[in-house]
Nanobody, 122 residues
Framework: HVQLVESGGGSVQAGGSLRLSCAVS????????LGWFRQAPGKEREGVAV???????SYADSVKGRFTPSKDNAKRTLSPQMSNIESEGTATYYC?????????????????WGQGTQVTVS
């Protein structure tokens, strides 16, 4: 049973920094794509950034330069660093996982999701 658990959300001032984390368990396939998505109130969910099992990354234009995903393969965690957070960053942030063969970009359709963690920017 694959499980993704996000943590690290909370309140942050605009321009500040925050590190999210996603712990992966129960997944043993070596070639994967891990992604971060966010859904602001009243808006559709959008892809933010992805990182594949080779370490290649891809970002949405809205967060380039401000969202840096990092992955610890041994610990099976994905821990993006968010910096210079914009006020529009208030959203529920989700991590997602899928096999690399389905593609790996912020627009990829992922099939395994975490429960989300709330980030509020003031």
């Amino acid at each position: 049973h694959v499980q993704l658990v996000e943590s690290g959300g909370g309140s942050v001032q605009a321009g500040g920094s925050l590190r999210l984390s996603c712990a992966v368990s129960g997944y043993t396939y070596s070639r994967d794509c891990l992604g971060w998505f966010r859904q602001a109130p009243g808006k559709e969910r959008e892809g933010v950034a992805v990182i594949d099992s080779d370490g290649s990354t891809s970002y949405a234009d809205s967060v380039k330069g401000r969202f840096t995903p990092s992955k610890d393969n041994a610990k099976r965690t994905l821990s993006p660093q968010m910096s210079n957070i914009e006020s529009e960053g208030t959203a529920t942030y989700y991590c997602a996982l899928d096999v690399l063969e389905r593609g790996c970009s912020p627009t990829t359709v992922f099939h395994i999701w975490g429960q989300g963690t709330q980030v509020t920017v003031s």
